[in-house]
Nanobody, 122 residues
């Protein structure tokens, strides 16, 4: 099983920045597509950014221009840089692995991290 651990969440004021990390326990992390999801209180879990094993990326419209996703396959780690944070970004952020990337779209995999809380105050 792929073990994923997110880190980097915290409390930040609106307009601030955070960087999230997702580290995998196995090298299988590096060969598949990856995504960052988030789930706010009372909301559905939503995809906010994804990246293929070749580096192709997609962003949800709500975060485009503010968030950046990248991966370092040599470290089995994926990152999400979040700038210009808004209160509506408040959520638990989850790393997803084992996904596929087909025709430009991400399809989630079966592996999830435990989540890291991001809270943006107004």
């Amino acid at each position: 099983q792929v073990q994923l651990v997110e880190s980097g969440g915290g409390l930040v004021q609106a307009g601030g920045s955070l960087r999230l990390s997702c580290a995998a326990s196995t090298t299988t992390f590096s060969i598949n597509a990856l995504g960052w999801y988030r789930q706010g209180p009372g909301k559905q879990r939503e995809l906010v950014a994804d990246i293929s094993n070749g580096g192709s990326r997609n962003y949800a419209a709500s975060v485009k221009g503010r968030f950046t996703i990248w991966r370092d396959n040599t470290k089995n780690t994926m990152y999400l840089q979040m700038n210009s944070l808004k209160p509506e970004d408040t959520a638990v952020y989850y790393c997803n692995a084992g996904g596929t990337y087909d025709r430009g779209s991400y399809y989630r995999g079966d592996y999830w991290g435990q989540g890291t809380q991001v809270t943006v105050s107004s």
